[in-house]
């Protein structure tokens, strides 16, 4: 892995996984909360990034209105995405799924908050210290994952396939892929190349969902206004998304034998109540849920 460069919790692509895990923390303490993720705030806390991110809802109110608005927008977004994948999972799980896979799992806990059925081989993939952050922080809560939990250190522009069987992964079983937050920070290459590879490892029976922007949101994200608020959360999204050249995973999967379905955001945000705004609402305005079964 040493071709690649490295990150931790704190610095690049790291420090958006902490930011999710805040999100999830703020929808978490809301009376009307879509998520319950009692482990997100342990995360933040423990962390030392380079910009103030918060793990309670009061952290919120002493902030700066700018920076406020962007994590209040950002709680209400990660509520509507996690809930919509949480179900996803578990309505795969329902439909006798045993075997699950979370490429750049970051700060994802769903190891240790979903009730999985008995036999579930759940496996997360990101790069070391991540994942060694994440075990840390777990290992002084006591928690205790609700499933067989393996996690894999490893680089997705690598040769993650190898790692993952080496990991106990069985390429001829049905698997669940989640890949959530994942599409934006891929180059259009290494997207084709990941669902080529999630294509060649799924056997029928095999579900997959993600979260696909279009690249309609590039001139909002490009916007200075917008790289301004999105910077509250100590990165420029503008520097770390890609749209060039990429095609539509919808055709790529249909192409492939995958039975697809995609549903706007917003959408998805109304049937669960939840009015979006700000920062994540304009973007979610650009952006898709898709599943799809083989």
Known sequence: MTQFEQWDIVTGVG???????AGRALDTERPDHLVSDPYAASFVAAADPPVPVPRRLADTARMPDVARDVWTSMAQYLGVRSRFFDRFLMT???GGVRQVVVPAAGLDARAFRLDWPP?????????????????????????RPRCARHPVRADLRGDWPTALRDAGFDPDRATAWLAEGLLPFLPADAERRFFDRIDRLSPPGSRLAAEHLAPSVRPLIEDPEFRAAARQLGVDIADLWHFAGKADPDRQLTAAGWAVRSVPTYE?????????????????QHGRFLTAER
């Open 92 to 94: 795969a799980a329902a």
């Open 15 to 21: 420090l958006t996984a902490l930011g999710v895990a």
């Open 119 to 143: 036999g579930t081989e759940l496996f997360e993939i990101d790069q070391p210290r991540v994942l060694e952050f994440k075990d840390g922080v777990l290992d002084r809560l006591g928690a």
């Open 268 to 284: 998805v945000a109304t049937a669960y109540g939840r009015d979006l705004h700000g920062l994540m609402g304009r973007t979610a």
